[in-house]
């Protein structure tokens, strides 16, 4: 019985932490222009896709994932440069239509490229899983779990101790002061697309070898970063984490204790219990009072 928990738990902490990257993903954006950026779940897609396109080619698949992350990297810029920044005065909601349009259109692009076949990376280690405690757990989800970590300590470093991760804390907080102050805005929004399609595209390489990849697999996976994004507060780095987390366990003890059908339902359910009793988030007031 523990170890069928212990399964399940597995399971879903790794599907939260993968969450949990296309989570900050969206708190960056958010964050530095309050614009949500429903085109983040793409970033998922071309972080595998591209990678087996680099493969393919014969290139290692260290090189084939860094390729693949320039490239997401590459887009997310063009993106804030050509969608976003040429629309900076039209409100929000106008800015997230742009962000869907965005979303199709590189769905669109990665359909005519790459076809409508699902694709598996191979896993990153030769062992593929290791027994603990009764349960099995893949060697991948240890990837995971291990770049997921790295990627938020690495992100926390940056915001505390570099000009730029303080520039974008500064234009959360007031844009205009920030701007009085010296920060060139426009950089800092596209600052923070390129960091947020960099965890996308990370997020798509190293989950392609358990969830596999397609054309389309960003939708669900981008979708369930900004459920995850909301449970935790959005804005709160701490919340996409948690949230992340958070939404994977109860998907995983949902699939094994109730029933997979339901599993894709989790996500919505959860967001609208946690909205409806504590309407920002769970990290969503200290948030409200910083800023």
């Known amino acids: 019985m523990f170890a069928e928990f212990l399964q399940y738990l597995f399971a879903g902490v790794t599907t939260g932490a993968i969450y949990a990257l296309v989570a900050l993903g969206f708190t960056l954006v958010y964050n530095a222009s309050h614009v949500i950026n429903f085109a983040q779940g793409e970033f998922i897609m071309i972080g595998g896709m591209a990678t087996l396109a680099f493969m393919a080619m014969g290139l290692p698949m260290p090189l084939a994932i860094a390729m693949a992350i320039l490239l997401a990297a ?4 063009l993106l804030h440069r050509f969608a976003i920044a040429t629309a900076r005065q039209a409100d ?3 800015l997230i239509i ?16 790459w076809g409508k076949e699902y694709h598996a990376l191979p896993s990153f280690s030769e062992r593929a899983s290791i027994e603990v405690m009764g349960a099995v757990m893949y060697t991948q989800s240890l990837w995971v779990l291990g770049i997921a970590t790295v990627l938020v300590l690495v992100l926390a470093l940056f915001f505390k101790r570099t000009l730029l991760g303080k520039a974008i804390l500064a234009t959360c907080m007031n844009k205009q002061a ?6 060139r805005i426009q950089f800092v929004v596209m600052l923070a697309f390129t960091l947020a399609a960099i965890l996308g595209a990370v997020a798509g390489a190293v989950a392609a070898p358990i969830t596999l990849t397609s054309y389309d697999i960003g939708i669900m996976l981008g979708l369930k970063g900004f ?4 449970i935790g507060g959005l804005g709160s ?5 948690v949230g992340g987390l958070l939404l994977g366990i109860a998907e995983a003890m949902t699939a094994g204790y109730i029933s997979s059908d339901y599993k894709d339902a989790v996500a919505f359910l959860l967001i609208l219990v946690i909205l409806l009793f504590m309407p920002r988030g769970l990290f969503g007031s200290r948030v409200a009072e910083r800023v």
């Open 178 to 183: 920030a701007r009085l102050m010296g920060v």
């Open 227 to 230: 459920v995850a994004a909301a």
């Open 74 to 77: 590459v887009l997310g810029a």
């Open 92 to 94: 929000v909601v106008t």
């Open 98 to 113: 742009i962000t869907i349009g965005a979303a199709i259109f590189l769905r669109g692009i990665a359909q005519v490229i």
């Open 237 to 241: 780095g701490v919340g996409a984490v």
